[in-house]
């Protein structure tokens, strides 16, 4: 616990307040940036900077030409605040008086210094950028000594801190509790979205900044002899556009046919997006003996409760067609389904229209459901029919059979 002091004791709602030490470490080490609250020649200063907190230490990130390191030069260091705060939640309550928030701040107190030691600042700037994603320290260049020199770093101890926190529903006076409006919280949190790389990368999101998900939609790599299936990147647009700039690959599609590799990397934000939303698991096609992108597929609203998938999303470029690239591909899928996902069900989807992709999804051992009415709309705003095929788990070690009977290479005959 951290001894209440004359800075930190609560004037008002002091059952909001706490000086509980774990509570406080939490906070400040969930939040990535601060405010840091100061006086220059008797003039107040807030400066939002970066933070991390090492054992009962808080270091706060900056530069050498900044007006708190500036300040602190000199002097036995610099009298400052920080302050930290999670929003957790807008409370709606019936009177708008009683409005509030749902949150958990940090407020600390006290005099910080420069850190002027070298390995202390290494290991203060190490800290920092493991704590944006675990492992990042080792998968980027460190900093030379010229950059070393220009970042500053205070060092705040952790000893006069309270915690204010409120997590309650809607505070309603009891007079109003029969007014018809709505009352309640509505949580907020911070959440990533879709990692985007900086022009000129050409390799894919690493694993660290890739959200945790179901196995169901885990992009693991998958290889065959013909095909390598691997997790889809905006680094793929250009290549994939080529492979795909075909308008015979786009008949069929329900999308329109990209005109350029900037419109290919919009189609991969997309599919990136679907990802990141739980609906859709995208991979890259490469072709195993050359390495070249050739086309794309995907699993399509993967249920793990239903233990169901649909294979979808597929597109191959032409000069790769009946080259067993495809098969391969979906041989791979299914095998993931059936074996490593336990899936029970795994379903197609294409349009009525498209002969070669029902024939393609027959000869996989797939049977056919039925028609789905006005089930897709295009590009165009016109509606498409789609044929459904499923294929069970008890009916995969058939097709399985028959799968990699067909990849198999042809004996020569005997002369």
Request: with cysteine.
């Amino acid at each position: 616990m951290y001894p209440p002091t004359e800075r930190t004791t609560a004037s008002r709602m002091r059952d909001r307040m706490s000086y509980d030490e774990a509570a406080a470490h939490a906070v400040l080490d969930e939040a990535y940036h601060c405010a840091l609250a100061f006086t220059v020649a008797g003039e107040p200063r807030v400066l939002p900077t970066l933070h991390v907190r090492l054992g009962d230490t808080l270091y706060l990130h900056g530069s050498t030409g900044s007006r708190p390191l500036l300040a602190a030069r000199g002097t036995d260091g610099l009298p400052v605040c920080v302050a930290v705060t999670l929003l957790d939640g807008l409370v709606y309550a019936r009177s708008q008086f009683n409005h509030s928030a749902n949150y958990r701040s940090v407020v600390v107190h006290g005099t910080a210094r420069p850190v002027t030691d070298e390995r202390e600042k290494l290991d203060v700037l190490t800290a920092l950028v493991e704590k944006v994603a675990a492992g990042r320290s080792a998968d980027s260049r460190p900093p030379s000594r010229r950059e070393l020199a220009e970042t500053s770093v205070l060092a705040l101890p952790l000893r006069e801190v309270s915690v204010r926190a409120r997590a309650a529903g809607a505070n309603d006076e009891p007079a109003d509790h029969d007014l018809l409006y709505w009352a309640g919280v509505l949580p907020l949190r911070l959440t990533p979205g879709v990692p985007e790389p900086a022009a000129g990368v050409t390799v894919p999101v690493p694993a660290y900044l890739r959200p945790a998900r179901s196995p169901w939609l885990e992009q693991v790599v998958l290889r065959g002899e013909h095909v390598v299936l691997e997790p889809l990147d905006l680094s793929h647009a250009e290549e994939l556009y080529a492979a795909l700039d075909d308008e015979e690959v786009w008949r069929y599609v329900g999308s329109r046919r990209p005109g350029s590799a900037a419109e290919m990397a919009d189609n991969v934000r997309a599919a990136l997006d679907a990802h990141h939303r739980g609906v859709r698991t995208p991979w890259v096609q490469r072709c195993a003996a050359t390495g070249a992108v050739v086309g794309t597929t995907s699993y399509y609203q993967p249920d793990a409760e239903l233990r169901a998938v649909e294979i979808g999303f597929t597109q191959l470029g032409r000069p790769w067609w009946r080259s067993g690239i495809n098969t391969e591909a979906k041989l791979l899928l299914l095998t993931r389904a059936f074996e490593e996902l336990d899936a029970i069900r795994v379903t197609w989807q294409t349009s009525t229209l498209n002969e070669r992709s029902q024939r393609a999804i027959e000869r996989l051992g797939a049977t056919r459901e039925g028609t789905l009415r006005a089930n897709r709309r295009r590009a165009d705003g016109t509606w498409r029919e789609s044929a459904l095929y499923s294929m069970l788990a008890s009916e995969w070690p058939n097709a399985q059979a028959k799968l990699r009977e067909r990849l198999r290479p042809a004996v020569p005959a005997a002369s």
